[in-house]
């Protein structure tokens, strides 16, 4: 049985008891990593492909220890010029063993967090509406300026054309978004 799973950015073909360097993760030594992002899965000549990844299949690993990799020699030369340049660098990065694979029933621990946050956040105005008007009030104002920070500065540059403010073409990103706020 075999897997062709992702792993910190890059595509590996893993076996059970394998070892495998991956790129720096953030876990500790000792500690168990599962990778949902399973691609392929072939278990005695049953070919699963996903479309992208395999819903409920999962590699199980094993963190055994951070290191950093073989030392890479960048030699740049510009010929008739005298230019010459050497640099190098290490790789950081982690030695991991496959402890198993499991092909349905694994859980996806990372997006269910996500999905709990806007959850809480949703109820959390639903409980104030009975309350009085002015803290409402408050509230809102600063997700109106954290919204206005994601977005960009055309689009901010539209939002003052259409609320008639004058001279936004001139104004800096911060700028517009103290206008918009107020």
């Not at 076996?15 to 360097?21: E, T």
């Not at 492909?49 to 510009?78: Q, R, T, Y």
């Not at 806007?118 to 109820?123: D, G, S, T």
């Given at each position: ?37 399973v ?7 049953n070919?699963?492909v996903?479309?992208p990844?395999i ?9 055994v220890k951070h ?5 890479v ?11 010459k340049?050497k640099?190098?660098h ?21 997006p269910a ?5 806007p ?7 639903k ?9 409402p009030?408050?509230?809102?104002a ?25 001279g ?7 700028e ?7």
């Amino acid at each position: 049985m075999y897997a062709i799973v992702e792993m910190a950015g890059q595509q590996f073909k893993v076996a059970k008891d394998q070892k495998v360097y991956v790129h720096r993760l953030q876990q500790e030594e000792g500690k168990k990593v599962v990778f949902d992002k399973v691609l392929l899965l072939e278990d005695s000549g049953n070919v699963t492909v996903g479309a992208p990844v395999i819903d409920g299949a999962a590699v199980e690993a094993k963190v055994v220890k951070h290191l950093k990799g073989d030392k890479v020699i960048v030699f740049k030369k510009k010929r008739r010029k005298g230019f010459k340049k050497k640099n190098g660098h290490r790789q950081y990065l982690t030695e991991i063993v496959i402890e198993g694979i499991v092909a349905k029933g694994a859980k996806k621990a990372a997006p269910a967090k996500k999905a709990e946050k806007p959850a809480a956040k949703v109820e959390a105005p639903k409980a104030e509406t009975p309350k009085a008007a002015a803290q409402p009030a408050k509230e809102t104002a600063p997700k109106v300026t954290e919204d206005l920070s994601s977005k960009t500065v055309a689009e901010l540059k539209e939002m003052a054309k259409a609320k008639g403010i004058s001279g936004y073409s001139s104004m800096k990103k911060a700028e517009l978004v103290e206008a918009l706020s107020k």
